[in-house]
């Protein structure tokens, strides 16, 4: 019985982590598809943004991109700011999942 217990709790992570593997940082790409260069891009798994990915490089040019890195499975959180000021947001990006997030003018994607 005890032997059983151990097993339902095995496949219970096991079912958590993707098949029992954990997911550790994984590289993906942001890529700016939209008319406007991006100043400012941040990427959260919690209530706070955080710092700004972009810090003091050059804004991301229209056609840019960059790599990101995903320290865990999330769900995690990007939001873009154009030099415009307007802003974009996405959530519930799998970081074990996504490899690009693009980001156009009126919407942004993670596949």
Known sequence: MR???TLALLAALA???GGGRA???AGAAVEN???LAIEQLFLASGP???PDLLGQAPALAAAGRMP???DGPGP???RAVWVTGRAIELGGINGCHARRIIIRDDVATAD
């Open 23 to 25: 997911c550790g940082p």
């Open 33 to 35: 598809a939209s008319s």
């Open 68 to 70: 990101l890195t995903f």
């Open 15 to 17: 079912g958590c982590t």
């Open 3 to 5: 032997h059983l217990a």
């Open 76 to 78: 995690w959180r990007l």
């Open 48 to 50: 706070d943004w955080g």
